[in-house]
């Protein structure tokens, strides 16, 4: 029977361990890739702009790495030919970060991978309404 008591420290822990969890999935399919999970997630970012550049500072505000890995990590998929860095050309101290045709398809190819480590887990355990709500109480606790 759980503690009324401690039923927030239980929460919490709960979810650090669904947070391993999901991340060592996550991270053993991605190694296939040579990629990070910040990787990823910055390359998921790029996405979902993509065509348009995402500027380095709006990266460092969507990502999930704290902001003085965001310049390593871009160094990194610049040399792996999975992004672009270039000077805005209508703002000369704004740096635009754009995905290559190559990183288009590597983030494709990993995403579906890092999708199919944790399985139909989410959509297997809870219904789309808890999915929602689950969604808003994280929205709660991250904001």
Not at 104 to 132: C, P, V, W
């Amino acid at each position: 029977m759980e503690d009324k008591n401690n039923i927030h420290a239980l929460a919490y822990f709960n979810l650090l361990k669904t947070g391993s969890w999901i991340e060592e999935k996550v991270k053993k399919a991605l190694r296939a890739f040579n990629l990070t999970h910040a990787q990823l997630n910055a390359l998921y970012i790029l996405h979902e702009n993509h065509p348009q550049p995402v500027a380095v500072n709006e990266l460092k505000e969507k990502i999930l790495v704290s902001n003085p890995d965001v310049t390593r990590l871009v160094d990194r998929l610049v040399k792996k030919a999975y992004v672009l860095r270039e000077t805005c050309p209508e703002n000369r101290r704004k740096i635009d970060i754009s995905l290559t045709d190559h990183g288009r398809k590597m983030f494709l190819e990993a995403h579906q991978s890092a999708k199919e480590s944790i399985g139909s887990y989410f959509e297997n355990q809870i219904t789309e309404d808890e999915a929602k709500e689950l969604r808003r109480i994280l929205h709660k606790i991250g904001d």
